[in-house]
């Protein structure tokens, strides 16, 4: 099976503010460039400034005139999110779209965050749960569409109840899947509680198909020195046009999700075979993201541990 790269049009956002996580390379440097050329003005978090800084040539040259702030973030950090989040709030400025799409995958070996937190659950769910809920009053302000970019890893597998830290056993895949699991509850969690209190949110999920992109490449800091066996095979089968999606396409379905109209509490993903690669779409939840039990959980406890409350200023 062979395929074309699909293509999506972007509403106008001149005079939108937009924050994607994630945005320095892979994925994320493709969705940032699709923002500031349909006029958005960038927020820019990354962890490292000269990674970001060379993005931000990159969007430029795509998009002569962007508009794009560079910012520190370290999403394994609940003191680098407590600062960031507070710098925005000082300045006031409301933000209108928000695209959470930063993450980690695999580590061979157990790691955890500054505050630690196993690695991939504290970054992928509970770093971002604590960004959301810290720029609240801004994102109220903006009537922001928030997208969380979970993963088709989010249809297997299941969040360890017992062992939430993976301090007992570590198995790299399944706490990848626990991280987006948890991250695709919250989504859906934040929908429900923005229409329950009036707090003017829509909250939709994505997921990019499978791609070649840098998380399964090599990655020292991670403990990985070597692109994984699964990355080059993935890389092979979409340099060819088949199954599998591009860098490119694989960002479509995160722009959708953030910029369709009447939208809220959504999936959308690649609509080729397996949801693995193709033309955007909404797509049915995956039956792991339906629990309003396991929604209502994973907020509370998510609370507990970033010490956030969701407060409105």
Do not use: C
């Not at 965050?113 to 009053?137: M, S």
């Amino acid at each position: 099976m062979t395929s074309k790269t699909p293509s999506l049009e972007l509403p106008d956002l001149t005079g939108r503010r937009a924050l994607l996580t994630g945005g320095s390379d892979g994925i994320g440097l493709g969705i940032a460039t699709r923002l500031a050329a349909a006029g958005a003005d960038l927020l820019l978090p990354v962890r490292n400034p000269a990674k970001g800084a060379s993005a931000v040539e990159v969007i430029r040259r795509t998009a002569p005139g962007a508009r794009v702030e560079l910012h520190r973030l370290d999403l394994s950090s609940l003191s680098s999110i407590a600062d960031f989040a507070e710098l925005l709030l000082d300045r006031g400025d409301p933000i209108h779209v928000m695209i959470n799409n930063a993450g980690v995958m695999t580590p061979p070996t157990r790691q955890v965050t500054a505050d630690g937190i196993e690695l991939q659950f504290g970054t992928n769910h509970l770093g971002h749960f604590a960004l959301v809920g810290r720029l609240l009053p801004l994102l109220r302000a903006g009537s922001a569409r928030v997208t969380s970019q979970i993963s088709i890893a989010a249809n297997q597998g299941a969040i360890n109840w017992d062992d939430l830290n993976w301090e007992r056993s570590y198995n790299g895949m399944r706490a990848y899947s626990q991280s987006k699991i948890a991250f695709g509850l919250f989504g859906r969690e934040l929908d429900r509680r923005s229409r329950a209190e009036g707090w003017g949110i829509s909250s939709n999920l994505a997921h990019p198909g499978v791609a070649p992109t840098s998380l399964l490449a090599a990655r020292p800091e991670l403990g990985r020195d070597r692109p994984s066996p699964a990355r080059r095979f993935i890389g092979a089968l979409s340099r060819r046009g088949i199954l599998f999606g591009t860098a490119e396409s694989a960002g479509l379905p995160a722009l959708l999700a953030a910029t369709a109209p009447d939208a809220g509490g959504k999936l959308f993903g690649p609509s080729g075979v397996q949801h693995l690669g193709g033309a955007p779409g909404e797509q049915r939840l995956f039956s792991r993201l339906t629990g309003e039990a396991d929604a209502t959980r994973i907020w509370d406890v998510s609370a507990g541990l970033a010490d956030v409350g969701f407060m409105v200023r």
